[in-house]
T-cell receptor, first 113, second 111 residues
């Protein structure tokens, strides 16, 4: 049973570019959340998707957007990249939006130069 | 959601019990305590959660004080592979579950 898978594992982009990160949830999970983790910090919540809609959003600008597909997989898009967007981006899935423990992937390391 | 306070770092000898404290003095009656850990270069991993009773699973034990203002995660026989950052989170089960992670406790298990 595959857990949460994320791609790519590493990515280098230039300031001003756009990036798309992908996530496949654990089998049986229909809810996907995205987190940003800067070096030395805990993960910070970006947004959550359930039933192909954004259900909750953290304190991130509109440059951060997402999508969930009918098969529950998800994408995170970041436009107009800034140097400060360099971080580990984590995807987490759960069997529902309500209270279930999260299962995390190992993340995508994004470096913006 | 209630905030949590954890020591930034701890160390433990291999084979000994690791006791990781967490303060959550503003916790409300319907809020659970969750613990995750993050091993270097991996995503966080769920460990255990509880409401007011002590809980145990194959990974750890969770002891919650009677007033629920603090808790302790116990790794009974720590190994080198338990070296990780441990996060204590408080969250109610009503509505959507969005855990807020602080900086956690960096546990180093030494030989």
């Amino acid at each position: 049973d595959a857990g949460v898978t994320q791609s790519p594992t590493h990515l280098i982009k230039t300031r001003g570019q756009q990036v798309t990160l992908r996530c496949s949830p654990k089998s049986g999970h229909d809810t996907v959340s995205w987190y940003q983790q800067a070096l030395g910090q805990g993960p910070q919540f970006i947004f959550q998707y359930y039933e192909e809609e954004e259900r909750q959003r953290g304190n991130f600008p509109d440059r951060f957007s997402g999508h969930q597909f009918p098969n529950y997989s998800s994408e995170l898009n970041v436009n107009a990249l800034l140097l400060g967007d360099s971080a580990l981006y984590l995807c987490a899935s759960s069997p529902s939006p309500w209270g279930s423990p999260l299962h995390f992937g190992n993340g995508t390391r994004l470096t913006v130069t | 959601d209630a905030k949590t306070t954890q020591p930034p770092s701890m160390d433990c000898a291999e084979g000994r019990a690791a006791n990781l404290p967490c303060n959550h003095s503003t916790i409300s009656g319907n809020e659970y305590v969750y613990w995750y850990r993050q091993i270097h270069s991996q995503g966080p991993q769920y460990i255990i959660h509880g409401l007011k009773n002590n809980e145990t699973n194959e990974m750890a034990s969770l002891i919650i004080t009677e007033d629920r203002k603090s808790s302790t995660l116990i790794l009974p026989h720590a190994t080198l592979r338990d070296t990780a950052v441990y996060y204590c989170i408080v969250r109610s089960l009503g509505g959507s579950y969005i855990p807020t992670f602080g900086r956690g406790t960096s546990l180093i298990v030494h030989p």
